[in-house]
């Protein structure tokens, strides 16, 4: 019996492998890369491809796990598309992947994915009940009921980032008012800053000098740094983004009542103020009775890579079920 | 082996019994009464043993199913409190049951029982997973996802009621502002329009008309009858209840993608007008891949009991598989 399972990881902008035993707690082998300058889904299957067979190093997988940047209609392991790649338009990834590899193959998307990963092997252990939430670029989310990966009618279940928690608030790219990506996801918080500096030039010291006055330097990442050391502005820029996502999973725990929120993405590293208007926000949002379990991720980026390992480990002890 | 199922529907103000045979569409016998004028627990139960002594006339139920307005702990069998009667205190309501009628029995909330009731008995059959929003006195749901009620980790789940879409909007009783109930409950249709006809003394004339004038009797029904007949305030205040139910709803979309979406309640009954401004608003905060399938309840005030009924069901199978 084959018991080295594959864990491949489709990120827009970077791509990783792993490989690892089954019931084992660390990797065999890893690698993650960048993706090409302009890449569409045949370099990416490329790409994938290399750092697969580089990790196997000669040996057959027992099982293959997919976790993919973009919707996936997991039942029938069909990747719909890619908002970053062309190409991805309905492609069968896992019949692609089967036949390539002669080993069975499940994927998912990245939020449900890395959900499942936090819940096997990192911050959701032990969770009857679990809402995952990354928070970088955009605002995603997965959820794990009852030990299985809750996917929704149209496998679109989790979009906690375009919920929305302030109709009056600003105009997001997806049409809607004050949706929690357009509050608190990195690009939008370093927008929100840059448009203050500009419109408040007496405010902003310290952000402006870490950026030294080009307000297109700005990011998410210096924003919070300025805010670390006290600038007011990168602060108040800050505190929209806890607060926008504070009420999102507050009305996420008011509507399934998790055990546990799990958050992770660079956006939640941003201290310790930030995390704590969060879960003032979400408290005073969620019923009194409700628990309000908010913890950081433990698996970082990897999270998708160990969901991805989690999954494969599953349809492997599936396939040993069906020959036993 | 007994074949008759007892359902049981505790109130605030009303209470009703039911008795019906296992596998039948049809109630054999049906009683809904008004409770006293200021009741207890005892009292509660007094009145419901006289009607489940009535209606079982001498015979012996299989099984118990019991829907009560307010938090229970489903597992446990508990009552633990009522918001409208006292006494009601973490009463163990199922093992009263099972000692004074020694037969099996079970109990969850109104919200999940009329869920419950819609999905086996109602709009929801067929559905792989629900929310049910019941929009009355207050605005309460219950979920059934994969063909099992959800409770959530503290029994609280579907408190859609409480759920944010308007943080600068009025105050509610929970201390939150622009919640669902606050935007969508009769009795805050009722205040806005009241408040509305006095500040605005030009507008109104048909609610006016239809109330001789004492605005201390405006309802949310009246409010929705002068909005059918063209009263542009009444329908203003309409307005709000039917958007802040379709930005709550297209958030629990967003979250949950269910397949299905049942509305029920005095307030549903406001007319197509009132439930385009739903869907439409609902559509709008959903993602476009969701489906958002929003129907009308088909049980009406009968949910609850047709849901206890089916829980009968479900535990005098239970029981019939361990005596087999």
């Given amino acids: 019996m084959q018991s080295l399972l594959l864990a491949l990881d489709f990120g827009g902008t970077k791509h990783a492998a792993a490989v690892i035993g ?14 090409i300058a302009h890449p569409n889904a045949e370099s990416d299957m490329q790409i994938m491809y290399g750092l697969a067979y580089e990790l196997l190093a000669g040996e057959q997988p027992a099982a293959i796990g997919v976790s993919f940047g973009g919707p996936v209609d997991a039942a029938a392991g069909t990747v719909i598309l890619s908002h970053h790649v062309t190409g991805w338009e309905n492609i069968p990834l896992v019949q692609v992947l089967e036949q390539e590899f002669h080993a069975p193959a499940a994927v998912d998307n990245d939020a449900n994915v890395a959900a499942w990963g936090e819940y096997r092997s990192g911050a959701g252990q032990g969770a009857d009940s679990m809402l995952y939430i990354t928070v970088s670029t955009g605002v995603g989310g997965g959820w794990i009921l009852k030990g299985k990966i809750w996917q929704g009618a149209d496998g679109m279940a989790g979009e906690i980032g375009h919920t929305v928690v302030d109709p009056n608030g600003p105009l997001c790219l997806c049409g809607k008012r004050g949706c929690v990506e357009r509050l608190a996801s990195g690009p939008y918080i370093a927008r929100r800053a840059q448009e203050w500096l500009e419109a408040q030039p007496e405010r902003g010291k310290i952000l402006r000098g870490m950026v030294q006055g080009n307000l297109d330097a700005v990011t998410a990442q210096v924003t919070s740094a300025a805010a670390a050391q006290g600038d007011e502005l990168a602060w108040d820029a800050l505190y929209v983004a806890a607060w926008g996502l504070g009420v999102g999973i507050g009305n996420a725990i008011n509507l399934i009542n998790p055990s546990r929120v799990i958050l992770g993405g660079g956006v939640t590293k941003s201290g310790e103020r930030f995390w704590q208007v969060l879960r003032e926000t979400a408290r005073a949002t969620a019923l009194p009775q409700m628990r309000v379990d908010i913890v950081a991720a433990a698996l970082g980026d990897d999270a998708p890579l160990w ?6 480990e599953q349809i492997a002890d599936l396939e040993a079920d069906k020959h036993r």
């Avoid at 089954?22 to 993706?35: C, I, L, P």
């Avoid at 969901?307 to 494969?312: F, I, K, N, V």
């Fill in 22 to 35: 089954r019931g084992e707690r660390t990797w065999r082998a890893y690698k993650r890369v960048s993706s």
């Fill in 307 to 312: 969901g991805a390992a989690a999954l494969a």
